[in-house]
C-alpha cells in the first residue's frame, strides 16, 4: 500500500467543525495554563504532547476535572518501561467518574445505556437508575466479603448487567474480568484459573443468529473448576431458574443504595484483560484505574470526540478489549449503545439498522463488517436514516481503500471515517481518530496525543515514508502495570521490551507518511519478507478479497531449510465459485499489479476455512508453525480457536510436503 503525498483527501472537516472538537478547545486552554502551542493545529499539540508528556497530562487531567481523592506528588516519576510510575500517591477510583453524570439533576434521567437485542426491542437504563444498580450491587459484594485486589469474573454478553456488575466490582476496588458466552469452557477456564475470582456472575445462556444457545451446563463446569468462588450469580436471561447454590441478580440489585467508592491508588488494578492466546496460556493483561481512566477520557473526550449529546456504539463482545473501552464512553457523560447478537442477522444490514434505531453518532465496527457489506452490495445510507452518524470507526485489522470508498459513498460523502489501530495490550489506540485532520483513503489519520509512536528499522533507527516496526518510545498511562503470575516481570519483559530495550515494539509493520499519518500493514511477526522486500499480510488481504470469489484468505511465508522461501495463499472461497486457472490467474494478476511481482503466491491453494482467534483475528503465526512441522498440540491453543477443524487441514498439508 503506498501513500501520495499530493493525492486530494476524501474527507476534510470545515472550519466550525474543527472549531467546535474537543480538542481543539483544549488546545486552546492548554496553551493558556499549560504552555501548549497556541497554533500549528493537531501537529503542533501531538509534538507538544510527547515532548512535555508529564505537562500533557496533567493537563489532560485537570480539563476532564479528574477527582483525586488524595492529590498526586508528581505526574511521572521514574519513565522506566517497563515500570514507569504514574500520578504517584494520588487516590481516585474509576465509577465514580463513569456514574458522575448521574450526580446532574438535569441528566439524571437521561439514557445512560441503550440496550439493543437481535429483536431490535430498544431498553433504555437511565443514569439515576445505573447509579442505583451499581450502588446495591456494590454493597452485595462488599456483604460477600469482597474486597480491594479480588477478582470478579464475569461470563456475560454484551448487556446492561455486565456493565453494572463491572462499574459495581470497579467501585469496590476489586478487579473484573470478563469472557463472552461463545467462549467454551476450556477457553474461560484458560483465563479465569489464571486469576482466581472469588465471584463469577453468569447468564444461563445467550440469543445469537435468531437462535437460544443455552449455558447452563458450561457454569456449571466454571463452578466446579474455580474453587475459590465464594458466590455465582444467575442472570436469567433466558428466563430459567437459579440453580441450587446461586445468587439472584435481582435480589442483590433491588435495594436503593448510594454507591460508595472505594478510593484507591492511582496504579490499582482496574480490570484484567487477555491476548489471544494462540500458541499458549493467553497473557492475564493487568492495567490500573487511574491509567485507563486518564488514558479514556483522552481517547473519547479528544480523540472521538464525544460528550453528552452523544450516542456510542461500538459492535463488540464482553470478550474484546473494545467492550471495555465502549463502557468508558461514560466518562464523558455520553448514551452507550450496548448490541448483543450477530452482527449479520436477519441480514447484513443488522448494525446499520441499530445505529438508525437508536441516533448512533459514533458507529465502531470492525472492517471485516465493512468489507462483507461492500461485497453484499447493500446501501444502507440510502435504505436508512442515517443522518445522526457523524463518524464511522473501524478496528481489528487494517480498513483497506475500498472500504473507505464505500463508506464515504454509501454512507455519507460528508463522513469521518476512523480507521484506528491499538491493541488489548493498552486497551487504547496508538493511531487512529483525529476529528480536525483530513482522511486519505487508506491511512490513519496520526498518532494520538501523549503517544511517541514511530516506525523503527532493524538498528533502532526511525524511519519516514518506509516500512518499520511499531514502536511507543516512551510511556502510556495504560500500559500494563503488570501480567498476572509473572512475579519477576519477565514474560511482560519479553512480550514487549526484548528487541529493543526500554522501547515498547507491538509487533506490527507500520508506514509513518510524510503527511503525519500512519499506515498499518499487518503484523510483523507473520511478516512476508522475500528477496528482501517487507510486506505486511494486511495488504495481500486488501487485493486479493476485493475479487468477487473470494471469501477470505490467509497468506504465509516460509523460510524452508535450504534457504528458500515457500509462499502459500490460501483461499476459501464465496458459494459457487471454483479455484480453475482462471481465478489462479486473476490472484495471481491482482497482486502483480497492485502490490508487488515479488509477493506473488507460490500456489494457491482452497481450504474449507480461515482459521481465527476468539476475537476474530485470522491466526497467521500458528499455521506458519503448523507448516513448518510444529505439532498442533504445541503450534497453537486449542482454546483460543474459532474451529480448531480447520487447523488439521495445514497440519496435513505440512505432512504431505515432508
Known amino acids: ?51 512535555e508528556l508529564d505537562t500533557f497530562w496533567k493537563a489532560v487531567a485537570d480539563w476532564f476535572g479528574v477527582r483525586f481523592s488524595t492529590p498526586y506528588e508528581q505526574v511521572l516519576g521514574d519513565r522506566a518501561m517497563p515500570g514507569a510510575q504514574w500520578f504517584s500517591g494520588a487516590a481516585l477510583n474509576y465509577a465514580e467518574h463513569a456514574l458522575r453524570t448521574a450526580e446532574d439533576p438535569l441528566r439524571a434521567d437521561a439514557p445512560a445505556l ?141 435495594a436503593d443504595t448510594p454507591p460508595v467508592f472505594e478510593q484507591v491508588p492511582f496504579d490499582h488494578p482496574l480490570w484484567i484483560l487477555y491476548s489471544s492466546g494462540t500458541t499458549g496460556l493467553p497473557k492475564a493483561i493487568v492495567q ?11 481517547q473519547i473526550g479528544l480523540h472521538c470526540d464525544l460528550g453528552p449529546d452523544d450516542r456510542f456504539f461500538w459492535y463488540t463482545s464482553t470478550g474484546w478489549m473494545m467492550w471495555n473501552f465502549l463502557v468508558s464512553g461514560l466518562l464523558t457523560g455520553t448514551t452507550v449503545v450496548l448490541y448483543d447478537g450477530s452482527p449479520g442477522f436477519p441480514d447484513v444490514q443488522a448494525q446499520w439498522r441499530v445505529a438508525e434505531q437508536t441516533g448512533a453518532t459514533l458507529f465502531g465496527t470492525s472492517a471485516a463488517y465493512v468489507m462483507a457489506c461492500r461485497k453484499a452490495g447493500v446501501h444502507p445510507g440510502r435504505d436508512l436514516d442515517l443522518s445522526r452518524v457523524q463518524c464511522v470507526a473501524t478496528t481489528g485489522s487494517p480498513l483497506p481503500p475500498d472500504g473507505f470508498r464505500w463508506l464515504h459513498d454509501e454512507i455519507a460523502e460528508d463522513l469521518w471515517i476512523a480507521s484506528v489501530s491499538g491493541g488489548t495490550d493498552v486497551c487504547s489506540c496508538f493511531a487512529g481518530a483525529v476529528p480536525t485532520l483530513p482522511v486519505h483513503i487508506g491511512e490513519l489519520q496520526a498518532p494520538c496525543l501523549g503517544t511517541d509512536l514511530q516506525a523503527w528499522g532493524p538498528a533502532g533507527e526511525p524511519l519516514t515514508g518506509e516500512v518499520g516496526e511499531l514502536v511507543v518510545t516512551a510511556p502510556m498511562p495504560s500500559m500494563p502495570v503488570r501480567f498476572w503470575n509473572d512475579p519477576d516481570g519477565s514474560r511482560y519483559h519479553d512480550s514487549y521490551f526484548d528487541v529493543y530495550p526500554g522501547v515498547w515494539r507491538h509487533g506490527d509493520w507500520i508506514t509513518l507518511t510524510d503527511r503525519g499519518s500512519v499506515v498499518i500493514h499487518g503484523r510483523s511477526d507473520s511478516t512476508l519478507n522475500r528477496q528482501g522486500v517487507r510486506m505486511g499480510s494486511a495488504d495481500i488481504y486488501e487485493a486479493v478479497e476485493r475479487l468477487p470469489e473470494i471469501r477470505e484468505s490467509l497468506v504465509i511465508g516460509l523460510e524452508e531449510p535450504d534457504g528458500g522461501y515457500w509462499m502459500p495463499l490460501f483461499v476459501h472461497l464465496a458459494e459457487g465459485a471454483v479455484l480453475d486457472d482462471r481465478l489462479r490467474d486473476s490472484i495471481r494478476r491482482t497482486i502483480r499489479e497492485n502490490l508487488s511481482p515479488r509477493h506473488v503466491p507460490d500456489e494457491v491453494i482452497e481450504v474449507p476455512g480461515i482459521p481465527h482467534t476468539l476475537t476474530g483475528k485470522r491466526i497467521e503465526v500458528p499455521v506458519k508453525r503448523l507448516l513448518q512441522g510444529t505439532a498442533l498440540s504445541k503450534a497453537v491453543n486449542p482454546g483460543s480457536v474459532d474451529n480448531l477443524e480447520l487447523l488439521h487441514f495445514y497440519e496435513d498439508l505440512a505432512r504431505k510436503r515432508r
Not at 20 to 35: M, S
Not at 288 to 297: N, V, Y
Open 288 to 298: 490500573s484505574q487511574g491509567g485507563i481512566l486518564l488514558e479514556h477520557f483522552k
Open 1 to 51: 500500500m503506498t501513500t501520495a503525498a499530493g493525492e486530494a483527501p476524501l474527507w476534510q472537516p470545515g472550519p466550525e467543525r474543527i472549531g467546535a472538537a474537543a480538542v481543539t478547545r483544549f488546545q486552546d486552554w492548554a496553551a493558556g495554563r499549560y504552555g501548549a502551542p497556541a497554533g500549528g493545529g493537531y501537529e503542533a499539540l501531538h509534538r507538544w504532547s510527547v515532548e
Open 114 to 254: 441503550l440496550y439493543v437485542d437481535e429483536s431490535h426491542t430498544q431498553t433504555p437504563v437511565s443514569w439515576s437508575e445505573l447509579r442505583r444498580q451499581v450502588g446495591s450491587l456494590a454493597a452485595g459484594l462488599r456483604a460477600l466479603g469482597v474486597t480491594p485486589g479480588d477478582r470478579v469474573s464475569g461470563y456475560l454478553p454484551n448487556i446492561p448487567q455486565a456493565v453494572v456488575a463491572f462499574l459495581a466490582t470497579a467501585a469496590v476496588g476489586a478487579v473484573w474480568t470478563s469472557c463472552a458466552p461463545d467462549f467454551g469452557a476450556r477457553s474461560v477456564l484458560d483465563r479465569f484459573q489464571q486469576v482466581e475470582p472469588v465471584v463469577l456472575f453468569a447468564v444461563d445462556g445467550y440469543r445469537y443468529g435468531g437462535k437460544e444457545h443455552d449455558r447452563t451446563a458450561t457454569v456449571a463446569e466454571l463452578r466446579g473448576e474455580l474453587p475459590g468462588l465464594r458466590a455465582v450469580v444467575h442472570i436469567p436471561l433466558l428466563g430459567t431458574e437459579a440453580p441450587e447454590g446461586a445468587l439472584d441478580w435481582a435480589a442483590l440489585t433491588a
